[in-house]
């Protein structure tokens, strides 16, 4: 299959009411998109981290009464799941696309990647791209700017990685869903790669 883009259509599937109806248009309507790209980046993050990446597609089992706000495709390096590690993301709220690198609560081993974050918050500032945004809980749409965000800034959500037990962070960019509709799929596909690389040094920071 070719990956033609997302719709409204992929969009409009959280505004549907009740856990089986929502999940069921998930994986009917999205999902299949999801499965293509998994089909992409699987191999291309596989070359750009010079180590074996897995794609995960989420199946929001743990949920028994409230339907998802979001979902989403995370590639990691461990074949039994994402949330342990570090990884990335392509998903979608009703209001946007989202492309991330995510470290979640679960991961393990967070305070040495948050210390080392932190010994290179000035390089990340320079380095991170200013249109790209910063998330300090993946389960909430909200998001704080990256060219608003001074060196201090960082270090301070750096910290709170290392430091605090449910900490999490994501860095990524974020295509508003009227913006997202109109771009065509292989379009679509060079700008997550092209976010992906910007995203490789968090991945890579030593």
Known sequence: ??????T???FNVFQIDGLDARMDAIKSIIRPKFEILSNVFTEELSVMTNEPMYAHIAKHARRTINPPNDTWVAFSSNPRGY???PHFQIGLW???LFI???VIYEAKGKEPIGQRFLSKASEIKQTIPGTYVWSIDHMKPDVLHHDD???DDLSKMFERLANVKKAELLCGFQVPRDEAVKIHGDELIEMIRDV???LLPLYNVE
């Open 100 to 102: 991330w690198y995510a």
């Open 196 to 198: 992906f690389v910007h």
């Open 149 to 151: 965000l001074s060196t």
């Open 8 to 10: 409204n259509d992929d």
């Open 94 to 96: 009703e209001s946007h």
């Open 83 to 85: 949330k342990m590690v």
């Open 1 to 6: 299959m070719t990956f033609k883009g997302f």
